[in-house]
């Protein structure tokens, strides 16, 4: 491991970035959302966010010449110029001092790397590949950004808010595990984008939850299409399923992105999909129906009857129908 990897709290602690243009701007930007007190020193304030920063009073700005005292009252240091021999000596002297330094594209001068970043606060995801190859870090981060739904920091807040009543009202670990599973497949997607309307249906899943000592599994229908035209959320689906029910006509290839180790059942019918989901569900398993719209009586409505019907959590989710000639 060439990297050792590292959160750092910097919520009022001092940062010195060096440099007033594009790069500089994007680095102050993230330490300002992270509660830092950042010090600037630049000849030329080139971007408008920074000035703006500037003229709101939310960062400091060091004036005259470059002073390595400066470093003694920072906690990081950030080299964004494009000026190459200020940015080696700056590194040696924050070397010297013992002051961590992130030489902007030098990975040789630096001392931290910066990485590239998926936030889902509280939940943040790192990326590094120690310098060596960034765009294969942007890609990595541009891959987890379609797997991790928007509202996966929503429901982490709430995870930590609620630690103690979750643990109170599922003691079981193995039943809490589980529950946390069901949260974080989809089952709260409907209401995903009212913050009071998520904590309310949260609750009521653990409410419901510690009743029953037991957590029930969900179903899933997905509509049959090519693969490179299935939604996150049915990828997602896919991939998290202990069960997929294959319907009638359902293409090989359409199964292609799903769960390797997922068990797979052809059904001839949806009264079949419908009994063998519940059967499965009840006993705490995703399961994934997989059906050709247009194709054959009912589509996912029986499946949905019979789980309204039973209480077992249902969703159908929408992507572009596959036509069979």
Known sequence: MGLYPLFADLAGREVLVVGGGEVAARKIAALLRAGADVRLHTRDIAHPDIQAAVDEGRITCLHGEFDPAWLDAVWLVVAATDDQAFNAALAAEAGRRRRLINVVDDAALSTYQVPAVVDRSPLVVAISSAGAAPMLARRVR?????????????????????????????????????????????????????????????????DAAGTRGAVQGSVSAIAAVEPDLLTLRALRALNEADLILVGPDVP???????????????????????????????????????????RGPGGSEAVEAACANAGVAFRRIPGVALKIS
């Open 252 to 294: 090989r290839d359409a199964l292609e992105p799903a769960r390797r180790d997922a068990s797979r059942v052809d059904v001839a019918s949806t009264d079949e999909a419908a009994s063998l989901a519940l059967r499965h569900a009840g006993d705490g398993e995703r399961v994934v129906y997989l059906y050709v719209e247009g």
């Open 142 to 206: 541009e891959r987890l950004e379609t797997l991790l739904d928007p509202a996966t920091g929503a429901l982490a807040a709430l995870f930590a808010r609620h630690r103690e009543r979750i643990r109170a009202a599922l003691p079981d670990l193995a039943v809490r595990r589980r529950w946390f599973e069901r949260i974080l497949d989809g089952r709260l997607d409907p209401v995903a984008a009212d913050p009071e309307a998520l904590e309310t249906a949260f609750l009521g899943e653990l």
